[in-house]
């Protein structure tokens, strides 16, 4: 028994079995499967994958043994093989097609267009409705290109084909390549060396995947076939457009009298006159037309003449010459709406196996099966004549390397009636091909060309409700899926497991359902869609989990550790790739450089001062002390030491994550400079604020008299130093600076908390107490003493001057109560030089408060 022929009664259920075996060989479920099933191993990409229709698929790194040879070009005998392989089966028997054996009508000055565009290089996409001829052009046109390429014609079919389909079809079609399905990149390196004229019948898309095609292949001409509501190409694809449309009214009348190979009768060439107007000169309304004249000639040959199916012997066996339909006159012709519809009336003179054929093909969407398996679909020995019977009468159409109804003849048939049943019908198709295709002499490209009839039952099973139609779509599935992925057909793999895992839900097949789970997430990590890879191998782990399968829960772990792997390499590959191309936009001559860390130029150049170096450590050491009750675990970014800021480039060398942590402690140590240098500058307050001393003022009630700045505590430790000159007071060596939080250099008093001038704020009116000094010279003339004699400041020597050089009085001890200073507030009237609150004491500069002289008074009012 053998599956591709389909020959011999014994194979169909006539002698001793049925039609349909219920027991599958590929990859079932049911007993002995695991004997006959058919263990696989391919190469896709970097990847070894063990199609097992048994256990599921298995993908594993490709080891360096295993990798395959690189791909040779086909010869022009296997290139010739290849393409009638591909090309639809021819019909059996003595019926045949008349008109495409003919020549074309009125479409020579369109080949020769065409095949002058083709010759110089130009891709051209020809558009007209179906039935206009289309695919006869583009066969005329293929035959005149035939030596124009190096590569010669390739034909493809853009039938439910995506641009990623066609061009590894177009690979196939020119490479050997047995079990190896390169990567995307090596795929399209491959196909960018293809130079050929490719005929693609058929196109479903347009736009931005018709350039992703072109753009691929440039060394390729395009002869594209497309219907008018397929999608324009871009504006940018530089395609010729061609539109075609019907033929004329002479040009339709010849056509039919070489179809029916006789004159027309006046009648007939009004009907076909009637007809043309109608139908807008659709060459295939005609081809049809022709064949209701054939039966119409028929009929009036005898009344048995189309018993035998053929119409070659009467009934009766007698040797009566046929009557001429042209003396005839009171024979009616059909009508003008049976000729614009013609398929209910073709098909009711028909034979019954013809008609059960259209019956299947109405249950399948307009697919039609194979002609070998027709026999065992419709309980009919010669069945596969019935192809011959429909491509005569023009209801087939080929597409890609199967038939389908031609248009508009699927909704005539439908509301003749030969839609019923239909769910059923599509039962037996899956439970045929579920046997077939798990047949071990089956191979799996053999099964790959009926894909589009598979997947067609598929879909109506699985949105059938009857009992037991869900099951056989996923026993459908089972059986189908391992043989297309084999085929390398993983467009239609994907599709088929869609199917079986939507069908193994609705019928409660967890197993199963969890398969194809798993065969979609191998398939996903093969074509590198890893986020889909990890969802799908994620659900088949947790159904296996539930299931205790722990073979397949292995598989599913193994392939997840390799989504894994390959997001970690792809995402450090991204990281790597994207810092060259900053160094080399930054070492680029007469661009500006960035700087390597987040400070600005100017503190990356102070950084290259060993100086510096130490004081940024300093301040980093004190910040780290000053927050250590608030803070902790602060990560330290420091540099190499060299000055060059090779410590901190380090840390951007690393993954995304090491940049995120050097930008966070780069602002941690901002934030901590300034803190410590408000520190330096300011102080606590005094605990004791109820009294007054001469290093902290009181509030008498009056915003604007509130120091900026003092002291940070009173140790009673002995000062380091005298106190130091402030910028505004630089050039004055003979007296001390004014504190920050008396008025500012030009006369206003500022605010305390900012520091600003205070509008509000009189500046002759006295402050009412004493404030501190506010710094130390930064020269000592004498060193301290052991014994304390006075508060100690708290500020560090800031920026030295030079002009800073008079020395001053170190502070005494603090005034005891019966001070002026402890009674409370005294006033301070403005200074000779225009700043308020100073006043001479003893012949020195005052503001109002105890000076470094140590005398503890201030001026009576």
């Not at 066969?139 to 061009?167: E, F, M, N």
């Amino acid at each position: 028994m053998d599956p591709n022929t389909h020959r011999g009664p014994e194979e169909h259920g006539e002698q001793g079995g049925p039609a349909v075996p219920p027991t599958p060989a590929f990859g079932g479920a049911q007993s002995g499967s695991a004997e006959r099933a058919r263990v696989v191993r391919l190469v896709a990409g970097r990847y070894l994958v063990t199609v097992n229709p048994v256990d599921g698929s298995e993908i594993e790194p490709c080891p360096p043994g295993e990798r395959p040879e690189a791909p040779g070009r086909l010869d022009p005998g296997e290139r010739v093989a290849a393409a009638l392989a591909a090309a639809p089966p021819l019909p059996p028997g003595p019926t045949g097609i008349a008109g495409p054996e003919t020549a074309l009508e009125e479409r020579t000055e369109d080949t020769e267009r065409l095949v002058r565009l083709l010759s110089r290089g130009r891709s051209v996409r020809v558009t007209g409705p179906s039935g206009s001829g289309r695919t006869r052009l583009l066969d005329a046109v293929a035959t005149a290109c035939g030596d124009l390429a190096p590569d010669g014609v390739i034909r493809l079919s853009g039938y439910h084909r995506t641009s990623a389909d066609l061009l590894y079809a177009l690979f196939a079609a020119v490479y050997r390549a047995p079990q190896h399905r390169p990567d995307r990149p090596e795929m399209l390196r491959m196909v960018a060396e293809i130079g050929a004229i490719v005929v693609l019948d058929d196109l479903e898309f347009g736009g931005a995947a018709l350039d992703e095609l072109l753009d691929a292949t440039p060394e390729c001409a395009f002869l594209i076939a497309a219907t008018p509501d397929v999608a324009a190409p871009s504006a940018g694809s530089h395609l010729e457009e061609v539109f075609l449309g019907g033929i004329g009214r002479g040009g339709c009348g010849r056509l039919l009298e070489r179809a029916v190979d006789r004159p027309l009768t006046d009648d007939e060439e009004a009907w076909a006159a009637d007809l043309w107007f109608e139908s807008e000169g659709l060459p295939l309304r005609f081809v049809q037309a022709a064949a209701l004249l054939r039966q119409y000639d028929r009929t009036q040959a005898g009344p048995g003449a189309l018993d035998d199916g053929y119409g070659l012997f009467p009934e009766d066996g007698t040797d009566e010459p046929a009557a001429d339909p042209a003396k005839s006159p009171e024979a009616a012709l059909p009508s003008l709406g049976e000729a614009a519809a013609p398929a209910a009336l073709l098909a009711s003179r028909l034979t019954e196996a013809a008609r059960e054929t259209l019956r299947f093909a109405v249950a399948l969407g307009g697919e039609l099966p194979h002609q070998a398996h027709l026999p065992a679909l419709t309980q009919d020995t010669h069945a596969d004549a019935a192809l011959g019977e429909l491509l005569a009468c023009g209801l087939l159409t080929p597409a890609g390397g199967h038939y389908r109804l031609a248009v508009t003849v699927q909704e005539q048939l439908t509301a003749a009636g030969y839609a019923d049943g239909a769910a059923g019908r599509a039962h037996t198709v899956a439970q045929h091909y579920a046997w077939w295709a798990g047949h071990p002499s089956v191979s799996p490209e053999r099964a790959a060309a009926e894909s589009d009839v598979v997947l067609a039952a598929m879909g109506v099973l699985t949105g059938s409700r009857e009992s037991g139609h869900a099951s056989a779509a996923v026993l459908l599935a089972r059986t189908a899926a391992p043989a297309f992925a084999a085929a390398l057909h993983w467009s239609a793999w994907e599709r088929t497991l869609r199917h079986g895992q939507e069908a193994a839900r609705l019928a409660g097949e967890v197993a199963e359902e969890a398969y194809f789970h798993h065969e979609l997430g191998v398939l996903a990590l093969c074509t590198g869609s890893l986020d889909r890879a990890r969802a799908e191998l994620e659900a088949s782990i947790g159904l296996r989990g539930v299931l205790s399968d722990r073979n397949g829960a292995v598989a599913g772990r193994r392939a997840l550790a390799l989504v894994t792997d390959r997001t970690r390499a792809d995402s450090a590959a991204a990281a790597t790739t994207a810092l060259p191309t900053a160094a080399a936009f930054a070492g680029r001559p007469g661009t500006a450089k960035t700087p390597a860390t987040p400070f600005d130029t100017a503190s990356t150049a102070k950084l290259d001062k060993p100086r510096a170096e130490r004081a940024a450590a300093t301040l980093v050491a004190r910040s780290a002390a000053a927050t250590a009750g608030t803070t902790t675990g602060v990560p330290a970014v420091t540099g190499s030491g060299d000055g060059t800021g090779k410590g901190v480039r380090r840390v951007f060398g690393g993954a995304r994550r090491n940049v995120v942590a050097a930008g966070a402690g780069a602002l941690l140590a901002a934030v901590l400079g300034t803190v410590v240098t408000i520190g330096a500058t300011g102080g606590d307050d005094d605990p004791h604020n109820d009294k007054v001393n001469t290093e902290q003022t009181t509030d008498d009630g009056e915003d604007s008299d509130l120091p900026a700045e003092q002291s940070a505590t009173d140790t009673g430790q002995p000062p380091t130093g005298s106190g130091t000159s402030q910028p505004g007071t630089a050039g004055q060596p003979d007296r001390p600076s004014p504190s920050a939080s008396g008025p500012s250099a030009s006369g206003s008093p500022s605010d305390p908390a900012t520091g600003s001038p205070d509008p509000t704020a009189d500046p002759t009116r006295p402050t009412g107490r004493p404030t501190t000094p506010t710094g130390r010279p930064t020269r000592p003339t004498h060193p301290p003493t052991d014994e304390p004699s006075g508060p100690t400041p708290t500020e560090e020597p800031t920026d030295p001057s030079p002009s800073d050089t008079a020395p001053t009085e170190k502070p005494t001890q603090k005034p005891t109560s019966g001070s002026p200073s402890a009674s409370g507030p005294l006033p301070s009237g403005p200074s000779a030089s225009g700043t308020s609150g100073t006043a001479p004491s003893g012949g020195s500069p005052s503001d109002g408060t105890a000076t470094s002289s140590g005398t503890g008074s201030s001026p009576a009012a």
